[in-house]
């Protein structure tokens, strides 16, 4: 059984550029979150995408927009990149289920952004 | 508004014995959800155990259990018979809006040989 799968593992950016993130999701699940973490900090919530449309969104900046396919991978764009955008960024998939514990949240490794 | 307070930035403990990492929330909402992630430093959360707020048990899988105190709202890991594969940076979590996972600062733990 795959688990949550993401490329590229790390990537070094200029600022200005952009870049894309993607994700394909653990077997059997329909919905992709996607966070970024900081150094010495917990991941932040960025957006949450079910159906092919984005359901929620934490605070973050248009620059950051994403897209999901019909077959439940997921991509995260970040236009003009800031310095600040260095992170790790993590994509989580889940069930669209009802009830609490059917949301589990499972995580990929990550993929490690610089931005120069 | 959600939020997830973890106290001890590091934690030591000697290998093979037990260790409590403390976590602390609030919120307004009636129904949640808390869960607990391991980060070892490849990077990857790795999801540990799930506690509802409507869950008369303690959650436990395997050598995790949480102590789950609702009047106290308080959600402590903890692991028994520490390995030192078990040395990671622990983060505790809850639904935000129950789509979304708001973190806490996080625990280091280093398991001693």
């Known amino acids: 059984d795959a688990g949550v799968t993401q490329s590229p593992t790390h990537l070094i950016k200029t600022r200005g550029q952009q870049v894309t993130l993607r994700c394909s999701p653990k077997?059997?699940?329909?919905?992709v979150s996607w966070y970024q973490q900081a150094l010495g900090q917990g991941p932040q919530f960025i957006f949450q995408y079910y159906e092919e449309e984005e359901r929620q969104r934490g605070n973050f900046p248009d620059r950051f927009s994403g897209h999901q396919f019909p077959n439940y991978s997921s991509e995260l764009n970040v236009n003009a990149l800031l310095l600040g955008d260095s992170a790790l960024y993590l994509c989580?998939?889940?069930?669209?289920?009802?009830?609490?514990?059917?949301?589990?949240?499972?995580f990929g490794p990550g993929t490690r952004l610089l931005v120069l | 508004a959600q939020k997830i307070t973890q106290t001890q930035p590091g934690m030591f403990v000697q290998e093979k014995e037990a260790v409590t990492l403390d976590c602390t929330y609030d919120t307004s909402d009636q129904s949640y959800g808390l869960f607990w992630y391991k980060q070892p430093s490849s990077g990857e959360m790795i999801f540990l155990i799930y506690q509802g707020s409507y869950d008369e048990q303690n959650a436990t899988e395997g050598r995790y259990s949480l102590n789950f105190q609702k009047a106290r709202k308080s959600a402590n890991l903890v692991i028994s018979a520490s390995q030192l594969g078990d040395s990671a940076m622990y983060f505790c979590?809850?639904?935000?809006?129950?789509?979304?996972?708001?973190f806490g600062t996080g625990t280091r733990l280093t398991v001693i040989p």
């Open positions: 979590a809850m639904f935000r809006g129950a789509n979304n996972l708001f």
């Open positions: 989580a998939s889940s069930r669209g289920a009802q009830g609490l514990a059917g949301k589990t949240q499972y």
């Open positions: 077997s059997g699940h329909d919905t």
